[in-house]
């Protein structure tokens, strides 16, 4: 499995960017897809993430009404879109599948996703 993550950049604060995360070497069927973020001397935290098998998606309270996670089945593309960006948001965002779909209490622990994508980096500055 491989993920492919993409549209990271340079965004004035209150501006918009989508990420995009390709998912290749399987079929999507139950896997939970997620979008975490690390910034600089942080931990990685989570943002979003959808099941792929029903679509149902979470998000972070910090980002909620701000960001949506979202899915495009024929492509196994999953989606970040970010609106109302603030300083705080930048940071290096990874997607990341888990092969199984997970119940809620597992949904933002690091730890049971199997695969991770190498990282895009959101700098949200004027």
């Known amino acids: 499995v491989q993920l492919q993550a993409s549209g990271g950049g340079l965004v004035q604060p209150g501006g918009s960017l989508r990420l995009s995360c390709a998912a290749s070497g399987r079929t999507l069927n139950r896997e939970t897809l997620g979008w975490f973020r690390q910034a600089p001397g942080k931990e990685r935290e989570w943002v979003a993430s959808?099941?792929?098998?029903?679509?149902?998606?979470y998000h972070a309270s910090a980002v909620k009404g701000r960001f949506t996670i979202s899915r495009n089945n024929a492509e196994s593309t999953v989606y970040l879109q970010m609106n109302s960006l603030k300083s705080e948001d930048t940071a290096v965002y990874y997607c990341a599948m888990s092969s199984l779909s997970l119940i809620y209490s597992e949904i933002a622990t690091p730890a049971r996703y199997d695969y991770w994508g190498q990282g895009t980096l959101v700098t949200v500055s004027s």
């Open positions: 959808i099941r792929w098998s029903g679509g149902s998606t």
